[in-house]
């Protein structure tokens, strides 16, 4: 069965600094990858996929991932954190059986 | 239009008490999913229909927990006999079709309390 590793719990950034949240899959086969975003009290929200194609994934928000097959990774980025960006966020792989595995998830806090 | 609505939001339950918990789908949606999220942890899967068959019961941790949709639509999501250990958010999603790369969309989830 598929996993996932976020080895990161807890991250701070400064508002308007650079960010990146790292993702590991473990999988047989090419991958359905995901990053969702979740606010307090808040449900899961889509950042973004990945299942073929261009390995660089453009989202929503201003964050993009890139898959790399040879680190079995799908780190999330965005150049430029804003306040709000302050949430759980979760990466999660997909199979063909439709069973998504998610990651433990990691905080991010945003400092003003 | 609508998103995916769960009722309650928020469950106490006495330990050893029935609980159900209601999914209502994005309409016309053919998936449909329950996680369970403990505090501090990702949504660990739970099962999943298309339309009203249930296809994966995997994670479902015990035979206290049952899950139905009996018409296709809302699913019902039922622990019997509930134990602390059965406290945290169940999430439910939706998606389009049965296709792997679909996006699920979430609902807000129940927060079962067990005492």
């Known amino acids: 069965a598929q996993s996932v590793t976020q080895p990161d719990i807890h991250i701070t950034v400064s508002e308007g600094a650079s960010l990146e949240l790292r993702c590991n899959y473990s999988?047989?086969?090419?991958?359905?990858l995901f990053w969702y975003v979740q606010s307090p009290g808040q449900g899961l929200q889509l950042l973004l996929k990945?299942?073929?194609?261009?390995?660089l994934v453009q989202g929503i928000k201003g964050f993009e991932a890139e898959f790399k097959r040879s680190q079995s990774s799908f780190n999330l980025r965005k150049p430029s954190v804003h306040w709000s960006d302050a949430a759980e966020y979760f990466c999660?792989?997909?199979?063909?059986?439709?069973?998504?595995?998610f990651g433990a998830g990691t905080r991010l806090t945003v400092k003003p | 239009g609508a998103g995916v609505s769960q009722s309650p939001r928020y469950k106490v339950a006495k330990r050893g008490q029935d609980v159900a918990l209601r999914c209502d789908p994005i309409?016309?949606?053919?998936?449909l999913f329950w996680y369970q999220q403990a505090l501090g942890q990702g949504p660990e899967f739970l099962t999943y229909?298309?339309?009203?068959?249930?296809?994966?019961k995997s994670g479902l941790p015990s035979d206290r927990f049952f899950a139905e949709r009996p018409e296709g639509s809302v699913s019902t999501l039922k622990i019997q006999r509930t134990q602390q250990e059965d406290s945290a958010v169940y999430l439910c999603?939706?998606?389009?079709?049965?296709?792997?790369?679909?996006?699920?969309?979430f609902g807000p989830g129940t927060r079962l309390t067990v005492l």
């Open positions: 999603a939706s998606s389009l079709s049965g296709r792997a790369s679909n996006e699920q969309f």
């Open positions: 999988y047989g086969a090419t991958p359905y």
């Open positions: 990945y299942f073929s194609g261009d390995t």
């Open positions: 999660a792989v997909g199979s063909n059986n439709n069973d998504m595995r």
């Open positions: 309409s016309g949606h053919v998936s």
């Open positions: 229909f298309q339309n009203e068959a249930q296809l994966d």
